[in-house]
C-alpha cells in the first residue's frame, strides 16, 4: 500500500547529534567538497526478499529489494510533494474519470530498450491477471478491468497508449479518490519491463489461466530504471547491484550498493559498529550506544507504519477470538505505555486507529485508549463466558482452556521482548500465550489469509503513506486468499466508510478523513488487533557519506547525489 499522492501533515525532522557535526535534513557538501565517485554502500537486513517482482509481492524486504531498479511515474520529494518520476506531468478531469499520465523524453531500461507506456499497461495487466496479488482493486474503478481479469478481453479497454508510446491515458467508470497517486504504479507501485517479461507471458491472451506470479525473472530482474541494476542474489547472504549508467536522472557517484543479510538486529548494530554495513536502521535499544559513535551520524523520524498484535478472527484453535469482548480484554490486558518505555525507549507514539500518527487523518480524540487495567480485562473475559480455572487459565465456553500461540519474526529483537512481555502480561489475567518464533518469510506464509495454523502474530505494517484509503486491510472483499486482510476482518459500517473514501463522490481531503475516522471508530471498538505503536525510524550511516537525508516520505529519493568523502 505504497502511497505517494495526497497532502500530508508536516512532521519534523529530527538530526541526532552524534557529533558536532551531525546532519540535517537536505544536507550539502561542505565548501570546497567535490563529489568522488566510487565507495559501495552497505545496508544491513535480517531476512531475504520473498520475490523481487512487485506484482506479488507483499513484505516491506521484497518492496525495497525491487525498488532499487523498478520505478513508478511520480514519486514523492523530500516534503513529500507530488513530482515527476518516469512521467513529468498528468493530469486528472475535472469529472474524475480520465486521468492522463505523459512520459519523458528518452526515457531507457538499462538493456537499451525505450521505456513506454506498453510497460505501464502491461504491468497493469499483470496486476488483473494474477492469482497472488493483493492489488487488484486498483483497478476496480477502471473501465474492462474486470472483463479483462475474467477473460474476456485481451486487454484492459480503459487503458490506452498514444502519442508514440508517451501517454498514458486511464478512463473510470466512476470516480477513484487516490487515483493520482494509486494508478502511478500500474497497480503494483512500480512498472516492469515488458519486453523481457512477455517471453515468460504475454499479457496480449484471453487465457485467464496464465499469469506472470511463477517465473525465473521474478528471482532475477531483467533490466532497470532505477539508480541500481541487479547483479547477484546469494541466499541467506546478500543481494548486490551495480549503478545503472542509463538512470533518467544521471548515473549516481555510488559504484555498488549491497543489501547484507544478518542473523538478527544486534548483528547489524554490530555491523555497524565496526564499518562493514555503512547504512542501517537500528533498534530502539540500540539508539544510545550507536548514537555516541563518532564516525557515525544519523536522522530520527516519524514513519507511515505501526506495529501490532493481529487475532486470526476465524481460528477454530481460539474459537474466542471472534469475541469483541474477549479482544478488548487482550488490548486493556496489555501495558503498551510500557512498551513504549521500555523496550520502545519513547522513540515512537502510542496508536488507537489505523490512521498512523505522521497522517493528517489520525484523529484518537474520540477513541478508547484502552488504558492497562488487568481487572477490567478479567471482567471482559467472564462477561464473554469463559470461567477461572484451578490453574489460573480461563476455559473459554466449549470448556477449553484458552490458550494460543502468538509468533513473530526470529532476529527481530524489538519483537521478540514484545512477544516475552505479552506472554507475562496475558497470564496474569488468565489467557496462556504459547510463543513461536521463526523467519519472516515463514511467518509470512503461516498467517497469510486464509490458512487455519494461527490464532496472534506480532509484525508491522510500513508504507501506509499520507493517504487514507486502508481498503486492503480492512474490508470485507480481502478476506481472500493472499490479501492483507489476515486477520479476518467484517463489518458492513467499515466497508460502507471505505467504499465512501475511495469512490467518493467527495474526494476533498475533509470528506476522505471523515470516512477514516468512521473505519477508525469502529476498529477502536471491534479491535481485530491491538495496535501497539507508530515506530520512530533510527537510521545511521558512516559519517562520510554525503548528502545523506532520508525522510518518512523517502529514503532514496536523493541517491544519486551520494558520496563517500575521503
Known amino acids: 500500500m505504497r502511497r505517494i499522492g495526497s497532502l500530508a501533515s508536516a512532521v519534523m525532522l529530527v538530526a541526532l547529534a552524534c557529533t558536532s557535526g551531525a546532519p540535517t535534513s537536505g544536507e550539502k557538501p561542505a565548501s570546497g567538497d567535490k563529489p568522488?565517485?566510487?565507495?559501495?554502500?552497505?545496508?544491513?537486513?535480517?531476512?531475504?526478499?520473498?520475490?523481487?517482482?512487485?506484482?506479488?509481492?507483499?513484505?516491506?524486504?521484497?518492496?525495497?529489494?525491487?525498488?532499487?531498479?523498478?520505478?513508478?511515474?511520480?514519486?514523492?520529494?523530500?516534503?513529500?510533494?507530488?513530482?515527476?518520476e518516469l512521467a513529468d506531468k498528468?493530469?486528472?478531469?475535472?469529472?474524475?474519470?480520465?486521468?492522463?499520465?505523459?512520459?519523458?523524453?528518452?526515457?531507457?531500461?538499462?538493456?537499451?530498450?525505450?521505456?513506454?507506456?506498453?510497460?505501464?499497461?502491461?504491468?497493469?495487466?499483470?496486476?488483473?491477471?494474477?492469482?497472488?496479488?493483493?492489488?487488484?482493486?486498483?483497478?476496480?474503478?477502471?473501465?474492462?478491468?474486470?472483463?479483462?481479469?475474467?477473460?474476456?478481453?485481451?486487454?484492459?479497454?480503459g487503458i490506452t497508449i498514444s502519442g508514440g508510446g508517451k501517454v498514458i491515458t486511464i478512463k473510470f467508470n466512476k470516480v477513484y479518490c487516490p487515483a493520482i497517486e494509486d494508478l502511478s504504479g500500474a497497480g503494483a507501485g512500480v512498472i516492469l519491463p515488458s519486453v523481457p517479461f512477455k517471453a515468460v507471458w504475454d499479457n496480449k491472451?484471453?487465457?485467464?489461466?496464465?499469469?506472470?506470479?511463477?517465473?525465473?525473472?521474478?528471482?532475477?530482474?531483467?533490466?532497470?530504471?532505477?539508480?541500481?541494476?541487479?547483479?547477484?542474489?546469494?541466499?541467506?547472504?546478500?543481494?548486490?547491484?551495480?549503478?545503472?549508467?542509463?538512470?533518467?536522472?544521471?548515473?549516481?557517484?555510488?559504484?555498488?550498493?549491497?543489501?547484507?543479510?544478518?542473523?538478527?538486529?544486534?548483528?547489524?548494530?554490530n555491523a555497524l559498529l565496526t564499518g562493514e554495513v555503512t547504512y542501517a536502521v537500528v533498534q530502539p535499544k540500540d539508539f544510545d550506544e550507536v548514537s555516541k559513535v563518532e564516525t557515525l551520524k544519523g536522522l530520527e523520524y516519524p514513519s507511515y507504519s505501526w506495529d501490532y498484535?493481529?487475532?486470526?478472527?476465524?481460528?477454530?484453535?481460539?474459537?474466542?477470538?471472534?469475541?469483541?469482548q474477549v479482544r478488548q480484554a487482550l488490548v486493556y490486558g496489555l501495558n503498551r505505555q510500557?512498551?513504549?518505555?521500555?523496550?520502545?525507549?519513547?522513540?515512537?507514539?502510542?496508536?488507537?486507529?489505523?490512521?498512523?500518527?505522521?497522517?493528517?487523518?489520525?484523529?484518537?480524540?474520540?477513541?478508547?485508549?484502552?488504558?492497562?487495567?488487568?481487572?477490567?480485562?478479567?471482567?471482559?473475559?467472564?462477561?464473554?463466558g469463559a470461567k477461572l480455572g484451578a490453574d489460573g487459565v480461563y476455559r473459554w465456553t466449549n470448556g477449553a482452556p484458552m490458550k494460543m500461540r502468538i509468533e513473530t519474526n526470529q532476529g527481530n529483537n524489538t519483537r521478540e521482548t514484545i512477544l516475552q512481555f505479552a506472554q507475562e502480561q496475558y497470564k496474569?489475567?488468565?489467557?496462556?500465550?504459547?510463543?513461536?518464533?521463526?523467519?519472516?518469510?515463514?511467518l509470512l506464509d503461516r498467517v497469510k489469509c486464509c490458512g487455519t495454523d494461527n490464532e496472534g502474530f506480532i509484525i508491522g505494517f510500513s508504507g501506509l503513506g499520507p493517504d487514507p484509503d486502508h481498503k486492503d486491510l480492512w474490508h470485507s472483499s480481502t478476506v481472500a486468499p493472499d490479501q492483507?486482510?489476515?486477520?479476518?476482518?467484517?463489518?458492513?459500517?467499515?466497508?460502507?466508510?471505505?467504499?465512501?473514501?475511495?469512490?467518493?463522490?467527495?474526494?476533498?481531503?475533509?470528506?476522505?478523513?471523515?470516512?477514516?475516522?468512521?473505519?477508525?471508530?469502529?476498529?477502536?471498538?471491534?479491535?481485530?488487533?491491538v495496535f501497539l505503536y507508530?515506530?520512530?525510524?533510527?537510521?545511521?550511516?558512516?559519517?562520510?557519506?554525503?548528502?545523506?537525508?532520508?525522510?518518512?516520505?523517502?529514503?532514496?529519493?536523493?541517491?544519486?547525489t551520494w558520496w563517500f568523502k575521503k
Open 36 to 84: 568522488v565517485p566510487g565507495g559501495r554502500l552497505v545496508l544491513g537486513s535480517t531476512g531475504d526478499p520473498k520475490t523481487m517482482q512487485p506484482v506479488i509481492a507483499t513484505d516491506t524486504t521484497s518492496s525495497a529489494v525491487y525498488a532499487k531498479f523498478y520505478l513508478g511515474l511520480l514519486r514523492r520529494d523530500q516534503k513529500g510533494n507530488i513530482v515527476g
Open 90 to 157: 498528468y493530469e486528472l478531469s475535472k469529472d474524475g474519470l480520465t486521468l492522463v499520465y505523459t512520459l519523458r523524453d528518452n526515457l531507457v531500461w538499462s538493456d537499451g530498450t525505450a521505456f513506454t507506456g506498453d510497460d505501464y499497461k502491461y504491468t497493469a495487466e499483470a496486476v488483473m491477471r494474477s492469482k497472488k496479488t493483493v492489488r487488484k482493486s486498483t483497478f476496480d474503478n477502471v473501465v474492462g478491468a474486470a472483463d479483462y481479469k475474467d477473460g474476456k478481453t485481451d486487454g484492459i479497454a
Open 205 to 269: 491472451t484471453t487465457d485467464a489461466t496464465k499469469n506472470i506470479d511463477d517465473n525465473a525473472l521474478n528471482m532475477n530482474p531483467p533490466a532497470s530504471m532505477g539508480p541500481w541494476i541487479f547483479k547477484e542474489f546469494k541466499p541467506g547472504d546478500r543481494v548486490t547491484f551495480t549503478k545503472n549508467p542509463k538512470y533518467y536522472r544521471g548515473a549516481i557517484l555510488l559504484d555498488e550498493l549491497v543489501i547484507k543479510n544478518y542473523a538478527d538486529s544486534t548483528a547489524i548494530k
Open 309 to 324: 498484535i493481529a487475532w486470526n478472527a476465524e481460528s477454530a484453535k481460539a474459537p474466542w477470538l471472534a469475541n469483541k
Open 338 to 384: 510500557a512498551i513504549l518505555d521500555k523496550i520502545l525507549f519513547g522513540h515512537g507514539k502510542l496508536v488507537n486507529a489505523s490512521q498512523p500518527p505522521a497522517n493528517a487523518a489520525y484523529n484518537d480524540s474520540d477513541l478508547n485508549k484502552y488504558a492497562f487495567d488487568v481487572n477490567k480485562a478479567k471482567q471482559l473475559l467472564e462477561q464473554a
Open 428 to 442: 496474569a489475567i488468565g489467557v496462556s500465550i504459547d510463543p513461536l518464533l521463526e523467519s519472516f518469510n515463514a
Open 484 to 529: 492483507f486482510n489476515r486477520w479476518r476482518y467484517r463489518n458492513a459500517v467499515v466497508d460502507k466508510a471505505l467504499d465512501a473514501g475511495r469512490d467518493g463522490p467527495d474526494c476533498s481531503e475533509a470528506a476522505r478523513n471523515a470516512q477514516a475516522h468512521i473505519v477508525d471508530k469502529q476498529l477502536n471498538e471491534d479491535v481485530p488487533m
Open 534 to 560: 507508530s515506530p520512530n525510524s533510527l537510521v545511521f550511516a558512516d559519517r562520510t557519506l554525503q548528502n545523506f537525508a532520508p525522510n518518512q516520505y523517502s529514503t532514496f529519493y536523493n541517491i544519486e
